[in-house]
């Protein structure tokens, strides 16, 4: 993953998640990546997270905990730092808090997306037919100026469910912890070759 350029004006940018350490998942690893190529970069970073406030833990997966009524604490944090730019990664609590602030103070901000949370709900709970909960999230992310996605293929899918103003935000690799050449383990199996890399869980669909 090559390094962001240094930047001649240093932004302040508010990044908004509900995922954060100690959690350890994709979404994670991609944003604390982000944040340490944007302060790499001379930009400075502040990270509205779960750990600022009084948590819960997120039903059918309690080691996952959800701020509790986040709303004042994200707003006395946005007003008192006053950032050039606000991204919402999440849709949970603090993703809400973040987008109402916003909406109400007339902030422009972006969002991202991240996990299909529709599929995800239903294979865990049964509950909310996925196509309603594809409503639920095109209207969190109708009022954000762009909602980067990781893939085309993603994009596309978005778009077949009503979104709008998709941004590519690809994702790349770090050279210094990965580095193909040719004589590695890999470079000798039989082609075609798959590889999983993730948690095992039911939501990932595996067994597809």
């Known amino acids: 993953m090559q390094g962001l350029e240094p930047v001649e004006t240093m932004q302040k940018i508010a990044l908004v998640t509900d995922a954060w350490a100690p959690q350890i998942n994709g979404v994670v690893t991609t944003l604390s990546s982000v944040v340490g190529e944007l302060e790499a970069a001379g930009h400075d970073v502040g990270v509205i997270h779960p750990g600022l406030f009084l948590t819960v833990p997120m039903p ?3 080691e996952i905990r959800l701020a509790a009524a986040p709303y004042l604490g994200t707003a006395r944090r946005l007003l008192a730092w006053r950032p050039d730019a606000v991204h919402i990664a999440t849709e949970g ?3 809400l808090a973040a987008r109402a602030f916003c909406l109400r103070h007339g902030w422009c901000f972006t969002t991202s997306f991240h996990t299909k949370f529709p599929e995800y709900i239903h294979a865990r709970l049964g509950v909310l037919p996925v196509r309603t909960g594809y409503g639920v999230l095109r209207r969190f992310h109708q009022p954000a100026a762009h909602t980067l996605v990781s893939t ?5 899918f978005l778009s077949e469910h009503g979104f709008s103003d998709l941004r590519l935000w690809p994702r790349g690799v770090d050279t210094k912890r990965f580095k193909p050449w040719a004589g590695n383990l890999f470079s000798q199996l039989p082609r075609p070759l798959f590889a999983y890399l ?7 669909n595996i067994g597809v």
């Open 152 to 156: 085309p293929a993603f994009s596309e």
């Open 198 to 204: 993730g948690r095992v869980a039911v939501e990932k």
């Open 93 to 95: 609590p603090c993703g």
């Open 60 to 62: 059918s997966y309690p």
